[in-house]
């Protein structure tokens, strides 16, 4: 079952320590950086992911993630197409990207 953007918005403000802000024609969820981000039109969202974590998922669910394509791709900035991901899977992406965006010595660690 499809995640709606309200419900999306919704597990990304349950983190905590989360602030909303605008983000250009995006909603941006961040904690001391961005971390996650809602199109304006609440079809899909931009999660920074770790390159190996995005290959990682990109392979596992095709037709749910894939790397935004351009220089922040390459970062790691994955799209999450909201109509075809379900909630759980949402969940554990933003849980996942919002680990890296912790300030300090909570964030998660880099690999590699």
């Known amino acids: 079952m499809p995640i709606s953007?309200?419900?999306?918005?919704?597990?990304?403000?349950?983190?905590?320590?989360?602030?909303?802000?605008?983000?250009?024609?995006?909603?941006?969820?961040?904690?001391a950086?961005?971390?996650?981000?809602?199109?304006a039109d609440g079809r899909t969202a931009n999660l920074k992911l770790l390159p190996d974590e995005q290959a990682v998922h990109c392979e596992a669910a095709p037709s749910v993630f894939s790397p935004?394509?351009?220089?922040?791709?390459?970062?790691?900035?994955?799209?999450?197409?909201?109509?075809t991901a379900d909630s759980d899977?949402?969940?554990?992406a933003l849980q996942m990207a919002w680990r890296h965006a912790l300030p300090g010595p909570r964030r998660a660690k880099r690999r590699g």
Do not use: S
């Open 89 to 92: 899977v949402a969940q554990a």
């Open 68 to 83: 935004v394509p351009n220089k922040w791709g390459e970062q790691g900035w994955t799209t999450l197409d909201l109509e």
């Open 5 to 31: 953007p309200k419900a999306f918005a919704t597990l990304a403000m349950a983190l905590e320590g989360v602030e909303e802000r605008p983000h250009f024609d995006r909603r941006a969820f961040r904690v």
């Open 33 to 39: 950086r961005n971390f996650a981000t809602l199109a």
